[in-house]
Every structure is written in C-alpha cells, then in structure tokens.
C-alpha cells in the first residue's frame, strides 16, 4: 500500500512538474514576442544612420589617434563634418572619381545622424587628411 501511494504520488508529481514548465514556456514565449514587437516599432519610428568604411587600415588608426567622444560638442563635429564633406567631394570630382577618392560623401548637416556617427566621419576625415594630406593640398 506505502509503494502504490509513493508510485502516485510520484507520478502526480511528474504530471505537476510537466503542466508547470509547459505553462513558464508559453509565457516566456509570449514576453519574447512582445519584446521583438516592441523592438521592431522601435526601430521603424525613427532613421538609423550607418557609416561603412572600406579601408582597412582605418580602424587602427582610429583606436589609436582618437580622442574620447565628448571631447568636442556635437556641434563642432557637424560643423567640420560639413566643411570637410565639401572639400572631399570635390577631390572626388576633380580627381574623377578614381581611387582613392572614388565616392561622394552626401553629409546634410541638418540631418541628425547621432554623436556617434558624426565623430567617426570626422575622424575618417583626419585619418584620409594624415594618409594623404590636408584635402587643400589636393591638385
């Protein structure tokens, strides 16, 4: 009688432990759904900027000769972002579109593309400057 009470008891406790994590996944699954709809909404309501850089050598040159990113307000990184856009793109014109100036930059500084994206640019800026020169020296 003791062995068939434990072989119940037992088994109540297995269909408890079955019908407990079947309902945590259903809810975990329906919070992961919210969280994904909110995300995309998110998302959708406001323009993301991206910068791509296609120079390798970039990246190590930035690491090592930038500043912190509150070095300079926003402000000024827009500011030299719209003079130096200018001045490289038209090296890329006058260059003809050939290497290493083979793209045009289409910076709008009233567009407002994040601190983020605006410090990188003008670091791109100064590394292409270091590389190849101040931009004015360009033929």
Partial sequence: MCKLKFKYALMLLVIIAIAYSCSSTKTAKQSTTQEATKAQI?????TEFELLIFDNDFQTWFTINKKPITYYPESYYKEQNAILSQEYNSIVVS??????FTDIIDYDSNENYGIKLDYELYYYFKYLQSKYGDFNSFP
């Fill in 42 to 46: 998110n998302s959708n309501d406001s």
């Fill in 95 to 100: 260059n003809g579109y050939r290497p290493p």
